[in-house]
């Protein structure tokens, strides 16, 4: 159901708010740039600082602007199952196409108690559900078990996977079967997990080069392998510098260099040290990305 290159949206912010008209000019520029769909309010969104009437908003500016040129897969994530059912709820009546639901954070449930949080909302919102494993910010790894049971409730389609593990990708693919969408949750796991069968990637450097990741998972569905690495290759800096600090500050700095979104986080995010911000510049004007300092 997803698949290709999709972009986790950052939030931008103008003086303390939600920056609406940033927000639609970096939709416009996602889909110029033949990005296969977007999700607003991940962590890449900056969620958990906002509130809930912006998580509403950002979802409904996005489902807007997109006017279903591109799937729109709406962030809902939370660690409680009532804030996430609210949350993907709203998405659902909004006209999401589908709703990406973390793990849920910081209580670290059992394999059980994360089997019965998806299915309840999966039970009560009959929308497309991507739940999302990212054990280095929850403390908690979705087996690829617990995944194989999640894939047999008829609407959670896919899972959006950042262990960090080939194996457990490979395992969860085994598992759940070929109409099961596994997507990337690290850009530079995308050549290796669409090379045995994965879908393609929710990615963070598309927020900058959505025409390069869009061609590269493009070149891997075509078969083109040599594209493929070549496109793999050449944005790997990008895939690095990016994550020199903590996601999303460096992808919303490298926009602002751009100037597509002003320089701006909430607490407990702040801008980047000097040595790392130096360090982004230099990636990107080698990319091409900015004029050299």
Known sequence: MFRGAITAL????????????ALRE?????????????VPCGTTGESPTLTHDEHDRVIEITIDSVKKRVPVIAGTGSNSTAEALRLTQHAYEAGADGALIACP??????????????????????????PYNIPGRTGVNMSPELISRLSKI?????????SGSIKQMNDVLDLCGPEFDVLSGDDGFTLPLMAIGGKGVISVTSNIVPAEMAAMVDAIDEGNLARARGLHQKMSPLFDVLFVEVNPTPVKAALALMGKIEYEYRLPLCKMAPANYEKLKKVMANCGLIASS
């Open 10 to 21: 950052v939030t931008p912010f103008k003086d303390g708010k939600v920056d609406e008209k």
């Open 26 to 38: 970096l939709i416009e520029f996602q889909i110029a740039g033949g990005i296969d769909g977007l």
């Open 105 to 130: 954070y910081y209580n670290k449930p059992t394999q059980e108690g994360l089997y019965q949080h998806y299915e309840l909302i999966a039970q009560n919102v009959p929308i497309p559900i991507v």
């Open 154 to 162: 008829k609407n959670i389609v896919g899972i959006k996977e950042a």
